[in-house]
């Protein structure tokens, strides 16, 4: 087996995968990022320890360890430069504490890179479709991720950054990103801006069926505001159609940038399901040229949550194979 | 040496190139594509085996020939599917064809990916600059071609049909492309945009310094609208600011998409030069985030009209050098 890991601001999960991609043995564990690098180095190393002693498995029989971790990183030395989400990490040698910890060789890339990576290499269906290696993963959460295979190989660009889909620009001069750009995807389609969006807009006195919610101050989600739009609710399902449209948008130029086999949606809005999928295909259709037939499909993430650690084990599994 | 050739609609270009991207002979040929493809072929091969005369060499010199075409293109197969400049050709075998006239392994590719690997292999300064394999070219001509290098390798994606960069939707719902789509960066950034927009708005009742010839029915270039521009003419200026201000957002989409080390304006606009260059790096300024320092560098074309045979040749010396 390889080990893969998949380190959050929240949580670090951990999972045994064998050769073809099938989770064997996973357990999750709390991540308190504020006590530093060095306890959740340790707190890694120790979850992955006793996921073997609980299969019965020794060190021997792994081949690896993969890690998908927030970024951005530095990919020649192994290192988190920082993050939004583990505060106060700067410059951490991540894959060299974890190598000498685990005694184990270990992959390093960014959380979106090996989810992108674990749906191309065990996604359903992927393989058989005769995709080859092109495939490319929108993650659709906090934020908007991005990961691109390219002939069976993850996309890093000269400065370790490519594939940061969620700040491609879909409207010029729109909304203020806190990355100092405006108009990015991830204003518009990650499940917080969906969420956020509907929130400011009933704030600001604009009627529909969660504006009782919003005035009581209990939480929307982008899960609410689908189904409310599913039910005929103008005002979410204006917000829902434009993260769709603007989606479809990004999808256009992912088709004319990389040429892809298929796009995978997945994250928090994914987990709408059709309600997503169709309108976004739809728009992609209206969007997208008439000149040639070369429209990637656009599909539902099916790893789910374990994509990270699936897609940084097989990174482990790679690694082991060119060896 | 090794032959490159640039098939155009209007000329063949034909030159002899050694192994550091110099070009030794060059020539060019009038292109009559309604002759049909196989007059073409033999055109083309004729042109090449009279350089080789002119030079005093034989055929036992090359290592072998590089061909950049009007596209789309079947790679596997060596094929032009058709092109909107070759009217009337489909699924032309070129690649076989031309190596069985030539008697020569032949390399194909589109011409703007030519051009790509052109300025990659030989462009001014850039190996020197450590930028390593990852550069992307736009050409800005009578429509806005891309090609993207990574790790040294031209992208092609899974339908051969990456790097499609004028068709980057730059604007939700703009101005209708003949590709069926709306908002593609070549109805702003394209040579033929920026002249065809003045003369639009010029025969549209706009006053303005262009107004007058546009009246006598005399052709207006983008570069004659980049010289109204300088000269304080608010419509032309207008128009030139919109075009630099799109191709800045197709860049920060290009950064956050490949992540290259540089990005390459060649084509007719970008004769206009600095006046050109500098008004889009200041619009990427301002366009890109400052969460990373991971700008591209934004250059003007090197190679001229010239890198088309270039990376055509290069194409051919490094198929050489992997056998």
Tied chains: 1, 2.
Aim: net charge negative.
């Amino acid at each position: 087996v390889a080990i893969g890991i998949d380190l959050g601001a929240t949580n670090i999960k951990v999972a045994l995968v064998d050769e073809r991609g099938r989770v064997v043995r996973k357990a999750v564990r709390e991540c308190t990022p504020t006590r530093g690098p060095d306890r959740v180095i340790a707190d890694m190393a120790e979850a992955c320890r006793c996921l073997l002693t609980d299969g019965g498995l020794s060190i021997d029989c792994v081949v690896g360890a993969g890690l998908g971790s927030p970024g951005p990183i530095n990919l020649r030395k192994g290192m988190i430069i920082r993050s939004a989400n583990l505060p106060g990490w700067q410059n951490v040698p991540i894959r060299d504490r974890l190598r000498s910890d685990l005694g184990l060789h270990v992959e390093l890339d960014n959380d979106a890179n090996a989810a992108a990576y674990g749906e191309y290499w065990a996604g359903s269906g992927y393989k058989e479709s005769g995709g080859g290696g092109n495939l490319v993963l929108l993650t659709l959460g906090t934020g908007v991720g991005g990961g691109v295979v390219l002939g069976g190989q993850l996309l890093h660009g000269h400065f370790d950054n490519a594939a940061e889909l969620g700040h491609l620009i879909v409207v010029a001069d729109g909304l203020l990103c806190p990355c100092g750009q405006r108009g990015c995807l991830e204003q518009y389609a990650s499940a917080s801006a969906v969420a956020r969006r509907t929130v400011e807009a009933l704030s600001g006195g604009a009627g529909g069926g969660l504006a009782e919610r919003v005035r009581l101050g209990s939480e929307i989600t982008s899960m609410d505001v689908a189904r409310a739009a599913a039910e005929g609710d103008e005002l979410c399902g204006r917000i829902w159609r434009e993260a769709c449209l603007y989606l479809a948008i990004a999808c256009v130029n992912i088709q004319h940038a990389y040429n892809p086999a298929r796009i995978v949606l997945g994250g928090g809005l994914s987990e709408a399901g059709d309600a997503l999928l169709s309108p976004v295909r739809d728009a992609f259709r209206r969007q997208t040229w008439s000149l040639m037939d070369d429209a990637p499909a656009i599909v539902l993430a099916s790893l789910g949550y374990d994509a990270g650690v699936i897609g940084a084990a097989g990174l482990a599994w790679k690694a082991a194979n060119q060896q």
